[in-house]
């Protein structure tokens, strides 16, 4: 069974800083891959998606994601987080079979 | 205006109720998903529907029942079998050919 790891419970990042959050998964053949955000209490929005193609993805809100073969990776990467960046994310992965399996999250916060 | 919609957002419950929350999409979606969220869990997938009338467990379905007798709609009943039904709860529709998944709000249940 694949599984999705994002070793980062917890990240702080200031203002304006540069943000990356880690994904790796655990599958033989290429997974679909997604990156979703949450805000507290809320629904989870997708931020981007990778199935083929270009490795460089981009996505909603000035996120883009990198596909990384070689090292079963799917990092998340902002230039410059906005205090409204703050929230939980989460990686998943689908493998075609209409399910998802999620990475157990990490939440972002930014300081002033 | 498209999207999924649960209802309600909050939900209080005695020890040894049923309770149903109710999901609707009208995104024409054929697949739909509950998952359940608990802190510093990640999502966990309860049960899920590919097509009106058939459903399949997930990965924690005990205590747990669903019909799909509508393509919009995937209400999921927590019963007094589920021996810790505290949590938030995510609605799910998606594409079978992509494996994407849009989440509605959610809807958080406290049992008292």
């Known amino acids: 069974a694949q599984s999705v790891t994002q070793p980062d419970i917890h990240i702080t990042v200031s203002e304006g800083a540069s943000l990356e959050l880690r994904c790796n998964y655990s599958y033989g053949a290429t997974p679909y891959l997604f990156w979703y955000v949450q805000s507290p209490g809320q629904g989870l929005q997708l931020l981007l998606k990778y199935f083929s193609g270009d490795t460089l993805v981009q996505g909603i809100k000035g996120f883009e994601a990198e596909f990384k073969r070689s090292q079963s990776s799917f990092n998340l990467r902002k230039p410059s987080v906005h205090w409204s960046d703050a929230a939980e994310y989460f990686c998943a992965v689908g493998v075609n079979d209409y399910k998802l399996s999620f990475g157990a999250g990490t939440t972002v916060t930014v300081r002033a | 205006d498209g999207g999924i919609t649960q209802s309600p957002k909050y939900l209080f419950r005695k020890e040894g109720q049923n309770v149903t929350l109710s999901c609707e999409q009208n995104?024409?979606?054929?697949?739909m998903y509950w998952y359940r969220q608990d802190p510093g869990q990640g999502l966990r997938l309860i049960y899920y529907?590919?097509?009106?009338?058939?459903?399949q467990k997930g990965d924690i379905a005990e205590g747990y029942s669903v019909s799909r007798e509508k393509k919009e709609s995937f209400p999921l009943t927590v019963t007094s079998a589920q021996k810790n039904p505290t949590a938030f709860y995510l609605c799910a529709s998606g594409s079978l050919d992509t494996d994407t998944q849009y989440f509605g709000p959610g809807t958080r249940l406290t049992v008292l």
């Open positions: 995104l024409n979606h054929d697949a």
């Open positions: 529907s590919q097509i009106v009338n058939d459903f």
